[in-house]
Each structure stands twice: as structure tokens, then as C-alpha cells.
């Protein structure tokens, strides 16, 4: 067990997996290069954050493979792959790129099972960096996990820390299904204890990060460190709340947030995107359609404004949901 | 004579940084006799008592309830009433905390070591004639020794490991699928890292194990210290295994935590995390559905021939509930309000036990 940061935990994930299973290949834009075109093995950046370095080096170029930019192209590769029976990685180097090779993911790989009655599957992977803190503007930026959940047969993994990203991409390669793997750029310095052995994590289990009888507040990805951090401000004035990280938004676990409602009867939900068809306002309808006698006060929503995500940094800095923003809810909640 | 004894916050294991006094069980200028509960400190890990290693007169208590404290930091002082108090004040004004360093520690290290195709993790601490091995029970690791070890390790040569399939040892255990199993792995292990002889000290199904190593390798074991050990012929609580293989989340795995304890509050989610955690490991479910099967059907062992053995046993235990008595030579105690983990809730009792058979 050691000091891991999320972007080790990834990489580790992956190589782990890579040892396993010889059927598990990565692709994408720089994963093997990664900044500027470095040239040999050894200098091999890995993914213009870094974070598949390595690999290049231990797989070679069969598993490990830099493409040409067309995300079309590598997704529909790797559905091709996965449905004759690889079991590929391929990465969308921003989760905002998505919309030049969504076709394959939602209306190929994610409905190959149900179309072939079962005959056929999509065991894939599909990583990418989501969300915005490092100032890369609007095109950058974005989170967009609301679309993918929406779609039947994607499960989309929203790992908010080192320890959950590790298990959660091991689960992710192991499952069958097509998977949507959204790694919050702004979190990938973040460090904490992992174990250096492979372990998995379920999808639709949700973490109980803190334990509260005050208010349940619910958070996804980086904006979990954010209200663990509003936690301890709110902790000072005997206010103790119940934090949930989902860790999936597809599949959900529901259960675990109705029975948190039911013990505090307060809801504040912090989720990082705009507030239309959000995993905000898509919580806030099912604890008012089934657990709405337990609710003292109105659900508060902490989300981003219905803005492109501004490249000033003071507007960026106003954009994210904040630390004061949660704590602000909660203390409204509790009113 | 006029000696002035410190209390420090104690480090219980080697992620323990910082303690908080909840509660002092002794006031200024009380009477305590050694092992006597002192106070209460709670960790991010557990909330336990810590004991007096000496007997003597509370002369001042530096530290306050619900204050935290780093490891090292002066918490107490112990003296006889004769010492003037200038003097006390003197030694609390010119206390030096030693804080070691994150980075070179001198204290004690994971280590591993490749024995018998298995990789061993293990803490070694200490030196001296004398080697003592700390082998724990079904799920546990070599942490659950941490309140018991550095006792020892001011005398002895200690050496805490994780059996095969817990910790961060090996998991995968081959064709090991009993405490006889595991006790050749010991075995293996102990001749791998030079030892030939240890007071071997076990804990449930740690205890079954040391009593195999017994009976296989008498040669290799000085001593026998047993806490609620399988393998006495005491029926182990196969709910208790079952459940704890079955839960999946801390929800369902703090009741069972809690039920190896006599006092349940002393469990924090963070130790119930922990276990969850270690279970999701790879290959971990296999071994604890392996071992339990084996622990169910545990049997009696006879008291191995020249090798004194010691049995110590909460009268609370609901996990391996004890024997009304053992036979001779079995030398027993009975550990009254004590539950199923005696080196975490009676620390005191055991390291004097073990101690005692280090002397004898």
C-alpha cells in the first residue's frame, strides 16, 4: 500500500490488466507519445498528461497504439475490436470531442447486446478527461456526463479519487459492457493510499465518503473533494452531513441515497454541469417521486450556470461549483 | 527510587501520527499499579485504553480531554509522592517530543521477503536473544498487532506478518486450504529469514496455525502464546465467518466488526472500511470461503509435547467462545469482560503473558 496520485492509479489499472489479459489493448491520440512527438521508447511521454506512460515501453505497439486524430476512427475500431473479441481501451482525449464519434458509441457499441438478442457483446472501454479547473476553455471543458448516462446500455464511471479510479477501471475492463470512464482532469495530481494489488470495485454501489444526520448531500467526481472540503467548515458549526458519491451514474445506486433522505430528510446535490437534464435535477425527481414524505425542505441543486464553460479565470473560477456555494446550500437546507 | 516516568501518546501502528484524549481514568495524585487502565485514546483507526507500564503516583496529567496530540508528545507524569513538584514542573517545562521523520524513520518498516513460492509482507521490530512471531487470524493482518509489538520489541527480536492470502502477502494460496497449510508456509517463511527458533504467539485461527507449526516443526518453537485460538477443540462461530465473507459494504460489515469486540464503539469506520477494502482485493473472497471451511472444522489439538503453551481467552469472546478450562499442561486464563481480540482490549495481559514465557 502506498502514496498513489489518481493519474498512477489509472495507469497501474491498466497495466495490471494488461499483464492479466492479453486480450486487453489500449488506443488513442498520444497515448504512447504523448506531448510534442518524443521520439524513442524511453522518452515516451504517454498521453499528453502523462498518464499512460509506460506502457509503450512494457506492450509495444500492437497493444499500445498511437492513432491518427479521428476519433471515428478509434471508436469505431475499438467496437469492431471489442465485438471480435478484444477487449480494447481506446481513449477520447476530451470527453468534449465526443460528438465527432458518438454514432459508434451510443448507436453501435451501446446497442449490440440488445440488437443481437445477447449473441454479440461490446466489452470496451472508453477513458476520457472531463471537467474544468485547468483553464482550457470551453471546448475543454466540459463534463457531459448527463448524456451518456441517458443512453440504455453505457455504463458511465465517475471515479472521484485515486483508491475509486484503480478498482472502478479494473471492474471497467473486466465488464462486458461498453463503458464510459470519465477522468476529471483537475484530479489527477490528487493522491492517496492504494493498494499496489489489483482489486475491483462494483458498479451501482454508492460511497458513503462521510456519515451525517443532518443533511445527505450528493456529489459526483471532483466536486466530491469539494464538499468534503465544505464538510469540515460545516462540521465547525455542529452541522455533520451524510455524503454520498455515487461512483456510477449508470448503473445508480438509488437505494442508498433514498435511505440517506429518509434518516435527514434534507438534500443538496452537487453536480458540475449545467442544471438542464443534469444528474442534478434527474436525483432531485426521484427522491421528490419516491421519497418525497420523508423531505423537510426543498432539494437544493448546487450546479454550473447554463454558460459554455468561460477561459477567463476569475469567469472559470465563478463557473465551478465552489466550496462556499455548497456550504451556502446546505446551510439553506437546513433553515 | 525518585524516578520520573513519562507518558507519551503512544504510536499504535505505523500510520498512527496523532491521538485524542477522550477520557483520563486516573486523577492528579491517584495511585495506579502497572497495567492499570490509564486513559482513553481515540485514533483515525480505533479508540483503545492505554495501559500503565509502570506502577507509581499521577503527579500531573499534561494532556486535556478531547485534545490531540502527536505520537511522543507528553501526556502524563508518573512519580513517586516524594518528588518535590519544581522538579515535575522542571521535566514537563524541558520535555523534548521526539518526532521522527516521515521519510527516515528509525522505527520499524514493512519488509517482504519470497518464501516457499509465496510473497511474505512483515514487520520487524526490536532486538534480542529471544524472537517472537505474531501470526493473526481469519481476515486480520499484521496491524492487529500494533499495540502489543513495540511492548515486546523493547526485549525481543518481533517479528508481525501476514499469513498467506491477507495483508499484502501473496493471494493466491496454492495448494494451502488449512492451518496446516498455512503453517508450512510459516514454516518456510521463518527459514527464509534465518529464524530457528521463535515464541510463536497466534490469534484464532493464528492460533491454529502456531499449534500445526507445533506439532509439525517442534524443533522451531520455543514458546506458545495462544489468544482465543481455533483448534482447541472450541466451536467457531461459522455465522460470524459467513457474514463477515458476505458483506459487501461498511453497512453490513459493521455489525460483524463489532461483534469481535466486547465494547462495540471501539470500532471507527475507519477500521470497518479497511476490511472492506481488503476484501475486494483480488482472489481475497477465495481464501476467506477456503479458510473457513477449514476453520469450521477446526478439531482439538493435544498439547504438544516440551513446549509450554499459554492460553489467554475473553470470557466475552462470541466469536470462539471459551472452555470453561483446558487441561493441564495448557496453562489458561480466562480475560474477564475481554472479547474475541484480547491483544487489542487487554494489551497489558498478553505482553506480561508473553513476556512470561520469554523469561521462563
Redesign the interface.
Known amino acids: 500500500m502506498t502514496k498513489k496520485s489518481y493519474r498512477q492509479a489509472v495507469n497501474e489499472a491498466i497495466a495490471q490488466e494488461m499483464r492479466r489479459d492479453p486480450t486487453v489493448l489500449i488506443m488513442g491520440e498520444d497515448i504512447a507519445g504523448g506531448q510534442g512527438g518524443t521520439a524513442g521508447v524511453e522518452d515516451a511521454f504517454g498521453g499528453v498528461l502523462g498518464v499512460t506512460k509506460g506502457l509503450y515501453g512494457e506492450f509495444g505497439p500492437e497493444r499500445v497504439i498511437d492513432t491518427p486524430i479521428t476519433e471515428s476512427a478509434i471508436m469505431g475500431m475499438a467496437t469492431g475490436a471489442a465485438n471480435t473479441g478484444l477487449r480494447p481501451v481506446a481513449e477520447l482525449m476530451f470527453v468534449d470531442f465526443f460528438g465527432v464519434c458518438f454514432d459508434a458509441i451510443y448507436n453501435q457499441a451501446a446497442k449490440v447486446r440488445y440488437m443481437f438478442g445477447g449473441k454479440a457483446k461490446t466489452p470496451m472501454v472508453v477513458r476520457t478527461m472531463i471537467g474544468a479547473g485547468l483553464n482550457a476553455a470551453a471546448q475543454h471543458s466540459q463534463t457531459l456526463h448527463p448524456v451518456f448516462t441517458h443512453v440504455p446500455g453505457l455504463k458511465v464511471v465517475m471515479p472521484s479519487g485515486p483508491y475509486d479510479a484503480k478498482g472502478l477501471l479494473i471492474a471497467a475492463i473486466r465488464d462486458d459492457d461498453p463503458v464510459m470512464f470519465l477522468e476529471h482532469k483537475a484530479l489527477y495530481d490528487m493522491e492517496e493510499d492504494v493498494p499496489d494489488d489489483p482489486y475491483t470495485i462494483p458498479f451501482g454501489e454508492a460511497n458513503f465518503v462521510l456519515e451525517g444526520d443532518d443533511a445527505t448531500v450528493v456529489a459526483l467526481s471532483r466536486m466530491v473533494q469539494t464538499a468534503k472540503s465544505a464538510a469540515s467548515g460545516l462540521a465547525k458549526d455542529g452541522i455533520e452531513i451524510e455524503l454520498i458519491d455515487p461512483r456510477t451514474t449508470s448503473p445508480f445506486d438509488e437505494e442508498s441515497i433514498l435511505e440517506s433522505v429518509e434518516r435527514t430528510g434534507r438534500l443538496v446535490i452537487v453536480d458540475e454541469s449545467p442544471p438542464r437534464c443534469s444528474m442534478a435535477s434527474d436525483i432531485a425527481a426521484l427522491v421528490a417521486t419516491k421519497g418525497f414524505k420523508h423531505l423537510k425542505a426543498p432539494v437544493e441543486i448546487v450546479t454550473a450556470p447554463h454558460t459554455p464553460v468561460p477561459f477567463a479565470p476569475s469567469l472559470e473560477q465563478a463557473y465551478i461549483p465552489s466550496e462556499e456555494k455548497v456550504d451556502a446550500a446546505v446551510r439553506r437546507v437546513m433553515s | 527510587m525518585s524516578a520520573i516516568l513519562p507518558i507519551v501518546m503512544p504510536k499504535w501502528g505505523l500510520a498512527m501520527e496523532e491521538g485524542r484524549i477522550l477520557e483520563w481514568h486516573a486523577a492528579e495524585g491517584a495511585e495506579i499499579a502497572r497495567g492499570q487502565d490509564l486513559v482513553d485514546i481515540e485514533t483515525t483507526k480505533i479508540t483503545n485504553t492505554l495501559q500503565a507500564t509502570d506502577g507509581g503516583t499521577v503527579r500531573r496529567l499534561v494532556g486535556s480531554v478531547d485534545e490531540v496530540y502527536p505520537c511522543g508528545a507528553l501526556i502524563a507524569v508518573l512519580a513517586e509522592p516524594d518528588v518535590p513538584d519544581a522538579d515535575i514542573n522542571a521535566f514537563v517545562d524541558s520535555f523534548v517530543v521526539v518526532v521522527p521523520e516521515t521519510e527516515d524513520d528509525t522505527g520499524p518498516e514493512f519488509k517482504t521477503l519470497e518464501a516457499g513460492g509465496l510473497r511474505f509482507r512483515y514487520v520487524e521490530e526490536g532486538e534480542g536473544q529471544e524472537t517472537v512471531l505474531f501470526l493473526h487470524g481469519f481476515g486480520g493482518d499484521l496491524l492487529n498487532w500494533m499495540f502489543v509489538q513495540p511492548d515486546l520489541a523493547a526485549s525481543a527480536r518481533t517479528i508481525a506478518l501476514d499469513l498467506p492470502g491477507h495483508g499484502?502477502s501473496s493471494?493466491d494460496l496454492g495448494d494451502i486450504k488449512d492451518m496446516e497449510g498455512l503453517a508450512r508456509a510459516v514454516a518456510a517463511f521463518l527459514t527464509a529469514a534465518g529464524i530457528e527458533k521463535a515464541h510463536v504467539v497466534g490469534h484464532s485461527m493464528g492460533g491454529g496455525v502456531a499449534l500445526a507449526l507445533a506439532k509439525a516443526e517442534p524443533a522451531r518453537v520455543a514458546s506458545l502464546t495462544l489468544l482465543a485460538p481455533a483448534g482447541l477443540g472450541a466451536l467457531v462461530n461459522t455465522q460470524f465467518l459467513a457474514d463477515f465473507i458476505a458483506a459487501?459494504?461498511?453497512?453490513q460489515m459493521t455489525p460483524v466488526a463489532e461483534a469481535l469486540f466486547a465494547d462495540p464503539s471501539v470500532v471507527s469506520?475507519e477500521m470497518v472500511e479497511e476490511i472492506i477494502?481488503f476484501k475486494?482485493?483480488?482472489g481475497v473472497e477465495e481464501v476467506l470461503k477456503t479458510l473457513a471451511a477449514a476453520l469450521a472444522d477446526a478439531g482439538r489439538a493435544e498439547a504438544p509435547a516440551g513446549i509450554p503453551v499459554r492460553v489467554l481467552w475473553g470470557s466475552e469472546d462470541k466469536i470462539v467462545p471459551p472452555p470453561a478450562d483446558l487441561p493441564a499442561p495448557f496453562a489458561f486464563t480466562r480475560i474477564e469482560g475481554v472479547g474475541h481480540m484480547p491483544h487489542m482490549e487487554a494489551v497489558a495481559a498478553v505482553t506480561e503473558a508473553i513476556a512470561a514465557q520469554i523469561r521462563s
Do not use: G
Open positions: 499484502a493471494k459487501k459494504r461498511r453497512r469506520t477494502r475486494r482485493l483480488d
